[in-house]
């Protein structure tokens, strides 16, 4: 019995407990919907302040477009201002150029009638003298013809005289060359185009083919060197190729004049010297008939002819010898001896070109150089090979070298 009056009691207590847990359920329902209303209610208000943000800065950007617009229009219509006034100042320019144009013009025009009308005046005053100068020409021309005439009757007087001193004295008259004359003596020296052809000519014994070989580059009695001798071993004209394949040069023998076998007086005709692209002059104590001979033809014919007085060492030992040098002399030292050579050397050469001016100017020939050298020297040289002992003996060597080469490669 009295557990079945407790049950409602526990029963009413739970009810209660009940009501109480739901009641509670529906407070915390409420402030949760609350809650959740006061969170939607801020995000709302977030979202709008976002969104009123969002349309202010469109707003600010779209005020700056606004003024950019404006400010590009404003740039717009200065730019069209200022065309128009480079326009109208192009155009005010083109037509004050046009108008300075049309003056000059204009004043171009008048000076080119003046200047033609002036010309004309000229041209007629021109040619009225030229006509007083034909005039004159013709009278000028008339009196010279009369005057030429008369030189030359007293030119071929002269020349008659001249060739009747000549014969007189023995010289014989230049002959000047035929073409086929030109023609036989090429064929007969073997002239070829291309190259350059020297003749060494000069009286019998004055040392040709020596100094022929020397300027090959050749010892005398080396093979292919010309014959040398004490009598005169070139009876005929001699052709020596230079020793250098390289150089363009022919030398020529050519035989001694004052022989029996080549008279004085034909010695540059009948040798074909005219040919010849150079003349190597060899002369001895004095200029001969020959050797003037062969200068003044020279001339005629345009050919360079280069003066040479070879076998100096031979010539400076007699010189020194006429000094008082004894070569069986022991008590004359080096030094003694050097001196000596050196003054003799300077009296030869000094004495030889005295005496070549002397003779070019007796001979009434233009003043030249005389190149002396010795032939073992000149071989030095030639060679490039010279010692000190021979340096000391050299005079005009390198000298002769140099220019009779040099004029060659030039005339070439």
Not at 124 to 151: C, D, P, T
Not at 174 to 199: C, N, Q, T
Not at 222 to 245: H, K, M, Q, Y
Request: hydrophobic residues 40%.
């Amino acid at each position: 019995m009295g557990s079945s009056s407790s049950r409602p009691v526990r029963e009413q207590w739970e009810q209660q407990e009940h009501d109480r847990a739901a009641q509670a359920a529906r407070e915390e329902a409420a402030r949760l919907a609350w809650e959740a209303e006061m969170n939607a209610q801020r995000a709302r208000e977030a979202q709008a302040a976002m969104e009123a943000d969002r349309l202010a800065r469109e707003a600010e950007m779209n005020a700056r477009r606004a003024r950019e617009a404006r400010a590009e229009a404003e740039r717009i219509r200065r730019e069209a201002e200022e065309a128009r006034v480079a326009a109208e100042r192009a155009a005010e320019a083109r037509r004050r150029e046009a108008q300075r144009r049309e003056r000059e013009i204009r004043e171009e025009a008048r000076r080119a009638a003046e200047a033609a009308r002036q010309e004309a005046l000229r041209q007629q005053q021109l040619a009225e003298e030229e006509n007083r100068r034909a005039v004159e020409a013709q009278r000028a021309a008339e009196e010279a013809a009369r005057a030429a005439a008369a030189a030359e009757a007293r030119a071929a007087l002269e020349e008659k005289a001249e060739v009747e001193r000549q014969l007189r004295e023995g010289i014989q008259p230049v002959v000047m060359p035929s073409a086929a004359d030109f023609e036989d003596a090429k064929r007969r020296i073997g002239y070829r185009d291309g190259l350059y052809h020297f003749a060494v000519a000069g009286i019998a014994g004055s040392g040709k083919s020596s100094l022929i070989n020397a300027l090959r580059g050749l010892r005398n009695g080396d093979a292919g060197a010309a014959a040398t001798g004490i009598t005169e071993t070139t009876l005929r004209v001699a052709r020596f190729p230079d020793s250098d394949p390289k150089n363009p040069f022919v030398w020529y023998d050519i035989p001694g004049a004052g022989t029996l076998q080549v008279r004085d007086w034909q010695y540059f005709n009948e040798q074909g010297l005219y040919v010849f692209n150079a003349l190597v002059v060899l002369i001895d104590n004095r200029f001969t008939m020959t050797d003037v001979a062969i200068l003044r033809n020279a001339r005629l014919f345009g050919i360079p002819c280069y003066i040479v007085r070879s076998k100096a060492d031979v010539h400076v030992h007699n010189e020194m010898r006429e000094m008082g040098y004894e070569s069986d002399d022991e008590e004359q030292g080096a030094q003694s001896r050097a001196t000596l050579e050196y003054a003799a050397r300077e009296h030869f050469v000094s004495a030889t070109r005295q005496n070549v001016r002397e003779n070019l100017r007796s001979a009434d020939l233009p003043e030249q150089r005389v190149y002396i050298v010795s032939n073992s020297t000149m071989l030095s040289a030639t060679k490039r090979n010279v010692t000190t002992k021979m340096a000391k003996k050299i005079i005009d060597e390198f000298e002769f070298l140099r220019d009779m080469l040099g004029d060659a490669y030039k005339r070439k």
